[in-house]
């Protein structure tokens, strides 16, 4: 029993351990925290989530605290003549008036974020994302008929360093620094765009645009997957993001013109159904 006891003990501090740090752009396992935030609208999303915390562990705490002190307080041994109280007029003002102040202070933060997370800025550029059964195309207006599909790398291709279920064939490179409309919609059933270092998740479906947009702060590949259940290759069509300085975003821009000038997006589709 002891044994058994300290192995779970040595799991909950690993755990923690391993959560001290920041995965970035991709899980980690025994992870309990968010992916670290690269983008203005994921950093609102962790304040307003750490601020929640703080709200539900006061309230819980104190639930908690009147439910002991009622319980040794209000017991039959020390109360064998029990109280004919029905209200209390001061208290029933105090337990109305709190949950009102406490309904504000949520409120605020929370109109702000979802205002935030409106397309009523400035872009930069453009990206629009089409969710298939089951892969993602991408296409760049801004760049001219630049579109590619991407796939995920099966189990055997898998490299040392790549991560299994969440690396693709084809990247979406996009640059730092810059405020970027993502437009988001399906081609045959519901998918949804979702990478979690960017605070963003956006229905893709059909016949219908979606916006959202993001300005990464940071370098590197960032990963997501589809988050609606989208029939059986749901769990394998990931998402992967590169994040490149505006430099490096317009010689990509050259080089990948000449890769995918060969065959146009509806053609590439096409091959692709016919695999």
Known sequence: MMKQIKLITLMIFTALVANIGFADGYPVPWQIDFQEAVTPLMHEMVAFHNMMLWIIFGISGFVLLLILVTCFKFKASRNPIPSKRTHNTLIE???????????????????????????????????????????????????????????????????????????????????????????????????????????????????????????????????????????????FMPIAVEAVSPEKYKAWVNTAKQKFAALDLSTTIQLAENK
């Open 93 to 235: 003002i105090i337990w109305t008036g709190v949950p009102v102040i406490i309904l504000l202070i949520i409120a605020i933060p929370s109109f702000k974020l979802l205002y935030n997370t409106d397309v009523d800025r400035e872009m930069d550029m453009t990206l629009k994302v089409t969710g298939y059964q089951w892969y993602w195309g991408y296409e760049y207006p801004d760049e001219g008929d630049l579109s590619f599909l991407s796939y995920i790398i099966p189990d055997d291709q898998i490299k040392p360093g790549e991560f299994r279920l969440l690396e693709v064939d084809n990247r979406v490179v996009l640059p730092t620094n810059t405020n970027i409309r993502i437009i988001i919609t399906g081609a045959d059933v519901i998918h949804a765009f979702a990478v979690p270092a960017f605070g963003i998740k956006t229905d893709a479906i059909p016949g219908r645009l979606n916006e959202t947009w993001v300005r990464i702060e940071k370098e590197g590949v960032y990963h997501g997957q589809c988050s609606e259940i989208c029939g059986l290759g749901h769990g």
